[in-house]
């Protein structure tokens, strides 16, 4: 999944624009997980190993979460 597949889901899930569904319908968020991952792969020496990944064991919960909820929604609306 990239970033503006992972939109689209939560967009069409909750039927609403960007940054609908309190938000969790953005890009952003998604991205924010690719950076992390990037770092923690490639080792970036800008933030201590700890502080990557446990920002990228966060963006994976909330990416996830969000996700779970929306695919959660879409079946109970079918």
Known sequence: MDAMLYEYLVRMAYHCGR????????????????????????????????????EYRSAAATVSGNVATASTKVANDF
């Open 19 to 54: 940054g609908g569904a309190g938000g969790k319908a953005e890009a952003d968020i998604y991205r924010k997980l690719e950076r992390a991952h990037n770092a923690v792969e490639k080792k970036l020496p800008t933030r201590s190993m700890d502080d990557w990944e446990y």
